[in-house]
T-cell receptor, first 114, second 113 residues
Framework: GENVEQHPSTLSVQEGDSAVIKCTYSDSASNYFPWYKQELGKGPQLIIDIRSNVGEKKDQRIAVTLNKTAKHFSLHITETQPEDSAVYFCAAVYSGGGADGLTFGKGTHLIIQP | DTAVSQTPKYLVTQMGNDKSIKCEQNLGHDTMYWYKQDSKKFLKIMFSYNNKELIINETVPNRFSPKSPDKAHLNLHINSLELGDSAVYFC????????????FGEGSWLTVV
């Protein structure tokens, strides 16, 4: 089955700086890679996703890059703000294989220092 | 107009009891899931259902039994609760398969004492 590794487990950055979270996956068949943000006491919410036919995707201050050869993908947050503080999860799955469910990384606790 | 709603949000119960968590989605999705989040925040899939049919049953003890009366509902029943069952349980749904956005509920905090 799929195995997703995520680093770092905790990331502290100054407000206004950039944050980068990295993930690797094991199953070369995986072709869908979402990122979720979980705020305290809430369920995870999708913030951006990428499919394997695309190398990069951007949505305002958030971008995701994918390297299929190396089997890793990264989340980039620029101009960080206090409301970016949360736990971020990467995930991977083979889309089209049925309702297999996402395999999540172990999460990164992002702390934005004012 | 909550998309994925689950009840109760908090549940404190004694070891050995049986409890249920209910989940409903009003998004018209075909697939529903139960995920467990442990104290270290690790999210792991437990079950998935597609149109009321069980698709995935991960290595979860038989004490956990999902029930899907229709495709908008997926309830989780837990028998003979143990201390190790304490966790946050998330219900989720998606339109077709996992390659589409998965929408999570707000979670049910289960504490077994």
């Amino acid at each position: 089955g799929e195995n997703v590794e995520q680093h770092p487990s905790t990331l502290s950055v100054q407000e206004g700086d950039s944050a980068v979270i990295k993930c690797t996956y094991s199953d070369s068949a995986s072709n869908y890679f979402p990122w979720y943000k979980q705020e305290l006491g809430k369920g995870p919410q999708l913030i951006i996703d990428i499919r394997s036919n695309v190398g990069e995707k951007k949505d305002q201050r958030i971008a995701v890059t994918l390297n299929k050869t190396a089997k890793h993908f990264s989340l980039h947050i620029t101009e960080t703000q206090p409301e970016d503080s949360a736990v971020y999860f990467c995930a991977a799955v083979y889309s089209g294989g049925g309702a297999d469910g996402l395999t999540f990384g172990k999460g990164t606790h992002l702390i934005i220092q004012p | 107009d909550t998309a994925v709603s689950q009840t109760p949000k908090y549940l404190v119960t004694q070891m050995g009891n049986d409890k249920s968590i209910k989940c409903e989605q009003n998004l018209g999705h075909d697939t529903m899931y139960w995920y467990k989040q442990d104290s270290k925040k690790f999210l792991k899939i437990m079950f998935s259902y597609n149109n009321k049919e069980l698709i995935i049953n991960e290595t979860v003890p038989n004490r956990f039994s999902p029930k899907s009366p229709d495709k908008a509902h997926l309830n989780l029943h837990i028998n003979s609760l143990e201390l190790g069952d304490s966790a946050v349980y998330f219900c989720a749904s998606s339109p077709r398969d996992s390659g589409n956005t998965i929408y999570f509920g707000e979670g049910s905090w289960l504490t077994v004492v």
